[in-house]
Structure formats: structure tokens, C-alpha cells
């Protein structure tokens, strides 16, 4: 299996029926190859499909057509291999922060000894900054010290893949930063192979190895991809006091404004569509009546 | 009436248009060399056959032809501009650039085609698959566009993605109009003094249905192309004996609109690339080209072994 095409991402479409019973793509033919060790961020409009790609990644979404391999194998159903962060946790709360951790340690080396797998546990537990809270239960914790809690147990799996979906989406903005440090730190040591959707322009290039900009659904793909020349380990002062950098940032900035003013002329047209579709379908079963005798 | 015609009528040359000055490169009876078989510069018109021939690999139209892709010269040789001043065949602008475009059907080669262009603003792109299978720019030349030349080198296309990737998905070549204002054009952020308006993607040296690479023509309102430039989509059917012959289903004019129906001067053009499928340059004395236009350049270009386009360019 070829590092550079680690992951291959092919005509993938997730298509949901409408209220007529059509078939509308939400993604349509998105393709997307990443090396082994690569960081991507994903940016689009709200809506657009991006939750969509990922949760099919994750093996959580069945796809409609096209293919997803990882590793030279075909992905058929979540995995440990793929570990997934949300923006929200998802902490059992009547489980310790440990314990919380220790759940997914369990599965992944079930032939480890416990004096193994509490090593692990308290490893990536203070590779988070969480080495003094593993004994707190989720309600005696803030939002972003959970989502901690949620990187510790993704990375703690030693996942193939990250798949993370706004992971900082609900957090102040020093949080945030404090919380992109924490997992490029982990990324620089683990060269995981990742994806991370976010609405954050800044965001998408400090974490990013290459940008993957989505075009607006119905029928979203891959509009553009830019890759980010920055050096790793990424220092934030010298990322953004980069001479290019807001070059990058504007380019980012006007995908989404051209996405957004054309995004009614879009979905208008898509529409248009599908009505025309409907009204060939229809004639076409209005002319098998008129030949059909009528039954009694 | 239809306004394919309408635009003929009104055909108004551009003196200040981005191709100043063309040749027409076809292979020589053996096969085994390039001859330079006509040659034409705006406001100077159709030169015949100058004598000048290359083997596989010699001078700009022979790189096209080695490598099988369009192959871009951000020069001009001397000895060319020489020789134009010579013959009173130099173009009313300076020449900036030179891109030799490969015609390929299958894997015979047809011709190249050789565009001169002015130092006006505008540019041109080579985009070749890389080791991931997107496409990068692997040759550029820009005038007039610094921020949009700087992200286009960290810029990738996977397959059906921009321009260069529905060229590479369908095969087939494709015109995208008021760029401007339209999503589709994504690398341009407004930076710049020139503002892209309109480009045009051609498929090279297609394999098994694929363009080995993608041109990307990329013009400005107030600079166009050419006097006027039509991309012709065609499809083909095969008569008894297996041989094809190609109609046009509709034209597309820069700065106009779709049409179906020709000109005499089209269906002429149609005719001879039926016949030979070479390229053509053609001067108002052998083409009753609308009034005002001096020549006319044509493109056939295939997917497989059928003609899928006419890119056609009058000056
Ligand atoms: N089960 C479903 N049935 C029908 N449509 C759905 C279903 N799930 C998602 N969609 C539609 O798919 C589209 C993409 O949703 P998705 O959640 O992937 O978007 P997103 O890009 O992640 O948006 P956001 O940025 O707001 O998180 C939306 O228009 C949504 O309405
Ligand atoms: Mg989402």
C-alpha cells in the first residue's frame, strides 16, 4: 500500500430521498487522496456535507456510491482504526475521566496487562494536560477539559485516522487555541493520519497540511484543495506573521464568499432539476395509463 | 437569425487581443519532421509555408510534440522576430510568450499549434497529474496577476474539481464565462490588476478517454482571446464503411451566447476537419470569413478517436 494514497477518497456520494421520493445527492462524486501522516481541514458553508464525508470515513454513514479505502482496505463500518472526536464528547457521566479513557484502552489491547493499559491511559490522559483531573467526573469539569477527555480516547486507540468534526467548535477562543496546540503536539509525535472539519479559516490553515474546500450542496464536492507550505512543528507567532499568510487566508475567505453568493442560484437550478425530472416521470406513467387497459 | 451569426456579422477586430500571432505546425509526408505550414499575426494576416521544419523534440513545436503536452516559452527567440520584421509579418503587439499546443486523435498527432501572446494581461496554464492523481500547474505564464500566479502553486485539483478537473472528468474541452462573479472560478481573490473574466480548458493528448494534461486559457474582459473564440461541442456517428463524421450540437461564443445553428464559414471549417482532422489556419482569401476578420484558426480536439470539440479562434 502506497504512503501517498493512505487514504482514497472516490466519486463518494451520499444521496437521501426527498419528500417526492427522488434521490438527492448531498455529496456527489467528492474525491480526495491523502498521504500517510497527512493533516487536512475541510471548510464549507453550514449544510454543505462536510459531517457527511466524515461520519462515512468513520464507517457510521453508509455510503451511497463510489469508494473509501483506508489502508488498502475498503471501509465497511466504524473501526478503532478510526477514531472520531465531535464537537460535543459524549462522556459517560458516571465514569471517571480515567475510566472514561480506559473503555476504549480495553477494547483496543484486550491481551494487555491492566498495569499495561492504566500506563496508556495515564499517558495520553497527561499528554492532554488532564495528568491531575483523571479522578474527576465529567460534571466537575469544563467544556473544554472534556474535550480533552474526548482527544485522550480517540488518540489513546492509536487510531489509523483522526476524524475530528468541529472539535473546538463550542470553545472560547484561548480554549480553542490551547486545544489545536494540544492535538498538533500529538500529531507532530503520532503522524495520524487526519481530517478536521471546521468553520475557523485560521483554524483550517494553522493545523493543516492542505486545505480541502467543499462547494455548496445539493451535489457538494471538492471545489479546490490548498496546500499549506508551512513548516512542523507549527509555531502560531511565526504562522502568522508569515508574509503569505493572509494571502492563504484571503484565498480561503473569498471560496466561501463566491459559495455563499451563488448559493441560491444553486440550489434554484438543482431544484429546477428535479421538478423537470418529476414531470418526465410523470408523463411517461400517464402515458403507460392511457395504454394500459383499465383492470376492474 | 441566429446570434452565432449575429456575432459574425458584427465582427469587429481586436487589434489589443491576447494571441498576437499563431503557426500552424503539421507533419511532414514521412512522418518523420514538423513543417511550419502557415503562420499569421494580427494585423498582418496569413503567411504561407516559411521553409522552417523540426524533428521530435526540436524547437517549442517539437517539445509539444516529444512530450505530448502543451509546452510554454516565456520568450521571444530572436531570430523569429527577425525574421517577421523581415517579411513585414511582425503583429501589431509585442509578443510576451508562446505556447505550442499538441493535437492529438488517439495516438496520431495532427498538428501543433503555436499562439503567440501579448505582454497584455491574461494567462496561461499547464496542468499535469501528479503522483496523487490531482492536477498542479506543472508550467505558468501570468501577466498582471501576482496573487492569483501565488496561489495557484499551492492550488490541486482533484478529479471534477475547478475547471482543470471537469476537463480531466468529461475529457472534453470546456469555456467558463464571467468569472467574476461566478463560484466556479475560485483562485482569484481581487487582489490583483487584471481581472480573469472568462478561460477556456482544453484536453491534451487524451488516453483512454483521459487528457494526459489540461490547458487552461485564462483571459480578461477587455483583452480577449481573439477577435472572437467559439468552442464548438461535436458528436460523431459512423457511417456504413466505419468512417466518422462529425456534426456540431452547439456553439459557445466567448463574451455571447450558445448556438446551434453555423455559418457558411463554420460548416466549411466543420467540412475540412472532417475530412482531414488536422488543425487549420485559414486567411479571408480561402474562407469567406465574416467581414472584418483577417483569419481564422481552428482546433479539432478528441476524446478517444471522436472529435468532441472545434476550438475555433478569428482575428
Ligand atoms: N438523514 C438525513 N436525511 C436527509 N437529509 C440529511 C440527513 N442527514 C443530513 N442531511 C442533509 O445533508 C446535508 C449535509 O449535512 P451535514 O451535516 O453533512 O452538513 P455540514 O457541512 O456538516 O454542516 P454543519 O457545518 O452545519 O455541521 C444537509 O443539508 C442535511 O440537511
Ligand atoms: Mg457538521
Redesign the pocket.
Known amino acids: 500500500m502506497s504512503d501517498n494514497r493512505y487514504v482514497e477518497i472516490a466519486n463518494l456520494t451520499k444521496a ?1 430521498p426527498n419528500p417526492f421520493g427522488q434521490d438527492v445527492a ?1 455529496v456527489k462524486d467528492f474525491n480526495l487522496i491523502l498521504r500517510k501522516g497527512e493533516v487536512v481541514s475541510v471548510i ?1 458553508h ?7 464525508v466524515l461520519t462515512m470515513l468513520a464507517g457510521l454513514n453508509p455510503i451511497s456510491s463510489g469508494s473509501l479505502v483506508v489502508d488498502g482496505r475498503e471501509v465497511a463500518g466504524p473501526g478503532p482504526d478510526r477514531a472520531v472526536v465531535f464537537q460535543a464528547p459524549c462522556l459517560l457521566p458516571w465514569m471517571t475521566t480515567f475510566e472514561n479513557v480506559m473503555l476504549g484502552v480495553k477494547q483496543v489491547y484486550p491481551h494487555g496487562t491492566p498495569a499495561e493499559r492504566r500506563q496508556i491511559c495515564e499517558y495520553y490522559l497527561s499528554i492532554v494536560g488532564l495528568a491531575d483531573s483523571m479522578r474527576k467526573y465529567p460534571r466537575e469539569m469544563s467544556g473544554g477539559m472534556q474535550q480533552r477527555v474526548g482527544i485522550a480516547r480517540a488518540i489513546a486507540l492509536r487510531p489509523r485516522m483522526l476524524l475530528l468534526d ?1 472539535p473546538f467548535g463550542r470553545l472560547d477562543s484561548l480554549t480553542r487555541m490551547d486545544l489545536q496546540d494540544v492535538i498538533l503536539e500529538i500529531l507532530d509525535r503520532e503522524k495520524i493520519t487526519t481530517v478536521v ?1 471546521t ?1 475557523d479559516v485560521d483554524e483550517a490553515i494553522y493545523m493543516a497540511d492542505r486545505v480541502c474546500m467543499m462547494t455548496n ?1 445539493p451535489e457538494a464536492s471538492v471545489g479546490q484543495v490548498l496546500e499549506i507550505p508551512f513548516e512542523r512543528p507549527r509555531i502560531r507567532a511565526d504562522v502568522l506573521d508569515h508574509p503569505n499568510y493572509y494571502d492563504f487566508r484571503a484565498c480561503l475567505l473569498s471560496f466561501l464568499e463566491k459559495q455563499e453568493h451563488n448559493k441560491s442560484s444553486h440550489v434554484e437550478a438543482f431544484e429546477e432539476r428535479q421538478r423537470q425530472e418529476r414531470e418526465l416521470q410523470t408523463s411517461a406513467s400517464d402515458r403507460q395509463l392511457e395504454t394500459e387497459p383499465a383492470s376492474v | 437569425m441566429s446570434s452565432t451569426e449575429s456575432s459574425a456579422e458584427t465582427f469587429q477586430p481586436t487589434v489589443g487581443s491576447l494571441v498576437q500571432y499563431v503557426e500552424l505546425w503539421l507533419l511532414s509526408e514521412d512522418e518523420s519532421s514538423l513543417e511550419c505550414r502557415a503562420s499569421a499575426s494580427v494585423g498582418a494576416g496569413v503567411r504561407g509555408a516559411d521553409g522552417r521544419s523540426v524533428s521530435s523534440g526540436e524547437g517549442l513545436a517539437g517539445a509539444a510534440w516529444k512530450q505530448k503536452t502543451a509546452t510554454i516559452l516565456q520568450e521571444t527567440p530572436s531570430d523569429l522576430m527577425a525574421s517577421l520584421n523581415a517579411a513585414a509579418a511582425a503583429p501589431a503587439g509585442d509578443l510576451s510568450a508562446f505556447v505550442a499546443i499538441p493535437l492529438f486523435c488517439q495516438q496520431e498527432m495532427r498538428g501543433v499549434v503555436v499562439l503567440g501572446l501579448s505582454d497584455a494581461f491574461g494567462a496561461i496554464e499547464v496542468w499535469s497529474r501528479d503522483d496523487r492523481d490531482e492536477l498542479a500547474v506543472t508550467s505558468g505564464h501570468y501577466q498582471g496577476l501576482p496573487s492569483f500566479e501565488f496561489i495557484t502553486r499551492y492550488t490541486r485539483f482533484p478529479k471534477g474539481a475547478g475547471l482543470p478537473g471537469m476537463v480531466w472528468k468529461l475529457g472534453v474541452a470546456q469555456l467558463a464565462q464571467n468569472l467574476d462573479t461566478s463560484s466556479g472560478f475560485i483562485r482569484s481573490f481581487g487582489k490583483d490588476p487584471a481581472v480573469i473574466t472568462s478561460a477556456l480548458g482544453l484536453p491534451v493528448a487524451s488516453q483512454r478517454g483521459f487528457p494526459a494534461s489540461v490547458l487552461l486559457l485564462l483571459s480578461a474582459q477587455d483583452i480577449p482571446l481573439a477577435g472572437l473564440t467559439e468552442l464548438w461541442s461535436c458528436s460523431s456517428t459512423r457511417d456504413d464503411e466505419g468512417s466518422m463524421t462529425a456534426a456540431v450540437d452547439s456553439v459557445d461564443t466567448v463574451g455571447g451566447s450558445m448556438t446551434t445553428t453555423l455559418a457558411g464559414w463554420q460548416r466549411e471549417i466543420l467540412s475540412r476537419v472532417n475530412s482531414h482532422g488536422q488543425p487549420l489556419l485559414l486567411g479571408a482569401d480561402s474562407l469567406s470569413l465574416p467581414a472584418g476578420a483577417t483569419f481564422s484558426l481552428s482546433l479539432p480536439i478528441y476524446r478517444q478517436n471522436e472529435l468532441c470539440n472545434v476550438l475555433n479562434m478569428m482575428f
Do not use: D, L, M, Q
Not at chain 1, 453550514?46 to 457527511?52: A, D, I, L
Open positions: 437521501y448531498v464549507g453550514s449544510g454543505c456535507g462536510k459531517s457527511t468541529e472539519i468553520h450542496g
